[in-house]
């Protein structure tokens, strides 16, 4: 099993701002890596389906989810090979268990289409 480990959760107020990071060098460096697979972030709050939050290939290039209204920020790495999510003006909203995943072989926000996952980073965001 290839792995991706997410890093950089925590609890903020309403408001504030997290990083959070995605180490995929082993994912990348896996001869069997489809160099064209996209990589993703998705969350899941209590009670409720996991979500696509911005997804991107190599290039570097990002598709982000309506919902956010420009307040995330999807940045790859190709030197260290890690895929930040840096999210701005948090809202209570927000909180959820965050995903990285890859191995998507479209340009999308569907979970279905990645194979594989990381176990996830929690954010918690207090009013």
């Known amino acids: 099993q290839v792995n991706l480990v997410e890093s950089g959760g925590g609890s903020v107020q309403a408001g504030g701002s997290l990083t959070l990071s995605c180490e995929a060098s082993e994912y990348i460096n896996n001869r069997h890596t489809n160099p064209r697979a996209y990589l993703a972030w998705f969350r899941q709050a209590p009670g409720k389906g996991r979500e696509g939050v911005a997804v991107t290939d190599r290039s570097g290039l990002a598709t982000y989810a309506k919902f956010l209204k420009g307040r995330f920020t999807l940045t790859w790495d190709p030197v260290k090979n890690t895929l930040d999510l840096q999210m701005t003006n948090l809202q209570p909203e927000d909180t959820a268990m965050y995903y990285c995943?890859?191995?998507?072989?479209?340009?999308?926000?569907?979970?279905?289409?990645?194979?594989?996952w990381g176990l996830g980073t929690q954010v918690t965001v207090s009013s």
């Open positions: 995943a890859a191995g998507g072989v479209t340009r999308t926000l569907d979970a279905r289409f990645f194979t594989i």
